[in-house]
């Protein structure tokens, strides 16, 4: 076991015996969500996975520690810190990890963690991408390099519109990252279940998704893949008022001048407080539906 990764026991009971275990991120309790709905949401969606018939694993890192697993006080510690919690990518990993500080894991350093601990799929709520501008600022998320490198399967809900989704789309396809839509043909968008972009295979069962990423491992084909799962349509939200909020948000941004790794959380909270907290709700539902069809995917993995 790699030196600087612990692994809560039932997580590592449950790899030993071949027991299905899904990953689960940070940074959508940090950063994603305010307190104290990021908390009991991310004590929901462990249940959620729970009842399904896995163990979660929330991944962060806590005092230097790579932490596969978090008790709920420590799930605690992190929702009420916020963004107080470093956002950790890949390349936040070994300042963080030598002075002994706390980071909050992004979908990139969540599949890192999760593939050091034998951890082979992980459900969230949206992933990072190509950003609209990119053709000038470059901000492509490092999320979308670690699914070309990393072997964990991502279960998300499409792509936000804060994102140039086809862009995202363009950049997955180069780096060979499959991108299955789960019972659509068509590429969700976070809050909508359509988008009017194609995913490249639409995939109807649990079992088959497993089975299509046990090919590629075995395979030894480098990296992960990317399932996307509709938000189920009573939670769906307006096309175009969700739309106007993005838009209005990413205006923002650009007049701030936010940069960096700062651009997505900003996007996130201003997207929220627009909608008065409507896309929250969203939000919340989303990411347990994508636990339960995670954890119905270990079962087969
Ligand atoms: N998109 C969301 N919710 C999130 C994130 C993205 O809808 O919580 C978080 C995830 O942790 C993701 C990260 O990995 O933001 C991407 O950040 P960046 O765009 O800076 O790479
Ligand atoms: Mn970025």
């Known amino acids: 076991m790699n030196k600087y990764l612990d692994c809560l026991p039932e997580v590592t009971a449950a790899l030993v015996a071949g027991r299905p275990v899904v990953a689960l991120e940070s940074t959508i309790i940090s950063h994603g969500m305010p307190y104290p709905q990021n908390v009991e949401t991310a004590l929901r969606v462990e249940q959620t996975i729970r009842e399904n018939g896995a163990v979660p694993a929330t991944i962060a890192i806590i005092k230097g520690r790579l932490k596969a697993g978090l008790t709920p006080s420590e799930i605690e510690y992190l929702g009420q810190k916020g963004r107080g919690v470093a956002k950790a990518s890949r390349r936040d990993l070994p300042v963080l990890v030598a ?12 599949m890192i963690i999760a593939h050091m601990a034998g951890i082979k ?3 969230t709520g949206g992933v990072g991408g190509v950003h609209r501008g990119a053709e000038t600022s470059m901000d492509i998320s490092a999320d979308l390099e670690e699914l070309a490198m ?4 991502v279960v998300c809900a499409g792509v936000k519109s804060i994102l140039d989704l086809g862009l995202t789309l363009e ?21 909508t279940r359509k988008s009017g972009f194609k995913v ?4 109807d069962t649990p079992e088959e998704l497993a089975a299509a990423f046990r090919a590629k491992l075995e395979m030894r084909l480098r990296g992960g893949m990317l399932v996307t799962n509709p938000i189920p349509e009573e939670y769906s939200m307006d096309p175009e008022r969700i739309n106007a909020a993005i838009d209005q948000a990413v205006k923002e941004c650009n007049e701030k001048g936010v940069k960096g790794k700062d651009i997505t959380p900003f996007l996130l909270a201003r997207v929220k407080d627009i909608t008065g907290g409507d896309s929250l709700d969203s939000n919340i539902q989303l990411v347990l539906n994508n636990a339960r069809l995670a954890a119905q995917i270990a079962q087969f993995l």
């Open 121 to 123: 799929v992980f459900a």
């Open 150 to 153: 990393t072997p964990v399967m």
């Open 99 to 110: 002075r002994g500080e706390d980071g909050a894991t992004t979908v990139t350093t969540t």
């Open 171 to 191: 950049y997955l396809e180069t780096k060979g990252v499959p991108v299955i839509g789960y019972g659509t043909g068509e590429l969700p968008a976070f809050y």
């Open 200 to 203: 490249d295979y639409r995939i």
